[in-house]
């Protein structure tokens, strides 16, 4: 049974730093893409950022510059360093795993969240 886990989240001031953790059991990461996405309250959920099996990254524009994601497949975990926090960055974190090394979109599984609160 595949899990992924988060940690790492919350509250910081504007222009405090987190890093989220996801610690993925049941599979190896080392061969298929990850993302991370976040859901503020009320609402829909965005991606964040993805990374593909090889090391290629994305980023949508408002974390351009402030956040990097990361994998150590030795330790199946996918990071997610940031950097410069605004309000606009509180949500829920949430991880995700395709079965497949590229980014299709197809998101198989997903971990339960962690909660980054910015306040200014």
């Known amino acids: 049974q595949v899990q992924l886990v988060e940690s790492g989240g919350g509250s910081v001031q504007t222009g405090g730093s987190l890093r989220l953790s996801c610690v993925a059991s049941g599979m190896s990461i080392r061969y298929y893409c990850m993302g991370w996405f976040r859901q503020a309250s009320g609402k829909e959920r965005e991606e964040v950022s993805t990374m593909v099996a090889y090391g290629n990254t994305k980023y949508t524009d408002s974390a351009k510059g402030r956040f990097t994601i990361s994998r150590d497949n030795t330790k199946n975990t996918l990071y997610l360093q940031m950097n410069n926090l605004n309000p606009d960055d509180t949500a829920i974190y949430y991880c995700?795993?395709?079965?497949?090394?590229?980014?299709?979109?197809?998101?198989?599984?997903w971990g339960q969240g962690t909660q980054v609160t910015v306040s200014s």
């Open positions: 995700a795993l395709q079965t497949g090394a590229y980014c299709s979109g197809n998101w198989a599984y």
